[in-house]
């Protein structure tokens, strides 16, 4: 079965630092672009970072120099390295994963799975 999971959410004090795993697994063949996301309580839910399969990477203003998002091909993970974080991190933080997966012969597709979240909450 493929899925997506996310790990390393916590409760952390202002100004500390946590590292969010997103896993995927199952059968397949790799993946494409992966994005962090987060919903506070009462709000919507944003695009905190992302990173393309070359290892482009993109981030939200808020987060910019204190968040950073990388990629593990060869275990099929993506990081979320957060740092300096603030009472307004948090939220329950969402992996969004471009699973790309074997469709037949000589066919690949990439499928959008979401992760079932990791809550991080950071007391002042």
């Known amino acids: 079965q493929v899925r997506v999971v996310e790990s390393g959410g916590g409760l952390v004090q202002a100004g500390g630092s946590v590292r969010l795993s997103c896993a995927a697994s199952?059968?397949?063949?790799?993946?494409?672009?992966v994005g962090w996301y987060r919903q506070a309580p009462g709000k919507q839910r944003e695009l905190v970072a992302a990173?393309?399969?070359?290892?482009?990477?993109k981030y939200v203003d808020s987060v910019k120099g204190r968040f950073t998002i990388s990629r593990d091909n060869a275990e099929n993970t993506v990081y979320l390295q957060m740092n300096s974080l603030k009472p307004e991190d948090t939220a329950v933080y969402y992996c969004?994963?471009?699973?790309?997966?074997?469709?037949?012969?000589?066919?690949?597709?990439?499928?959008?799975?979401w992760g079932q979240g990791t809550q991080v909450t950071v007391s002042s």
């Open positions: 969004n994963a471009d699973l790309l997966l074997n469709t037949g012969p000589g066919g690949i597709k990439g499928y959008k799975y």
């Open positions: 990173i393309s399969s070359g290892g482009n990477t």
């Open positions: 199952g059968s397949i063949v790799g993946i494409n672009d």
